[in-house]
């Protein structure tokens, strides 16, 4: 019997980028981040268009027991003195978790629980991030290069924003020249 051997898609695990055909990727500009970062005049003296992050993914079949695996590449800067950040979600399907894994830069991964209690991940080259069913979670760039990690996430987790409209309850800054964790009463 001749099994078929099939080339898999790969990925450099030095950028984080795939080579595959087809893969879908979404750039979210700093216009798309309305309310995320605290300083708003700041956030307003940025032009619309420029790029915070990119998410690159793999086709995936979509389903119960699917997965879908993707890149985030955050870039480096900072709104007013706040580090850029994705956007930052829950899971629609809250028991779904999620795991990263740190390729390039250097940055934290923010993990806030239903009950509002967050904690903050070192990401670095290498670094693995499991991160549980119930967990809102967003990458901050804290580095001067492009933050990139990989992500492996059940295609029915879906985004829930919604329940993030207060935002999360730590900011990152970089403030007197060094990075600084602050707990937040209202994002
Ligand atoms: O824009 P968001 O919601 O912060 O997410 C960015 C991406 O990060 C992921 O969690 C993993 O790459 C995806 O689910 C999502 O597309």
């Known amino acids: 019997m001749n099994v078929p051997v099939i ?37 307003r003296a940025l032009p619309a268009d420029t790029p915070i992050y990119q998410v690159e993914m793999l086709q995936s079949p979509q389903g119960e027991g699917e997965l879908f695996v993707g890149t985030t590449h955050l870039n480096p800067g900072r709104v007013g003195d706040e580090f850029y950040m994705t956007r930052g979600h829950f899971h629609q399907r809250r028991e779904q978790g999620e795991v990263y894994f740190g390729l390039r830069g250097s940055g934290l991964l923010l993990l806030q629980s239903e009950q509002g209690e967050a904690r903050l991940e070192q990401v670095s080259p290498g670094s693995v991030h499991i991160i549980p069913g119930n967990t809102a979670h967003r990458l901050i760039n804290t580095g001067s290069e492009v933050l990139s990690a990989l992500a492996v996430w059940p295609t029915i987790a879906g985004h829930d924003y919604a329940s993030l409209a207060q935002g999360f309850k730590q900011r990152v800054f970089l403030r007197e020249g060094k990075i600084q964790a602050k707990e937040v009463q209202n994002g």
């Open 7 to 43: 080339v898999p898609p790969g990925v450099a695990f030095l950028n984080g980028h795939f080579t595959a055909e087809n893969i879908i990727t979404k750039t979210t500009r700093s216009g798309d981040l309305v309310g995320v970062f605290q300083d708003d005049a700041a956030w």
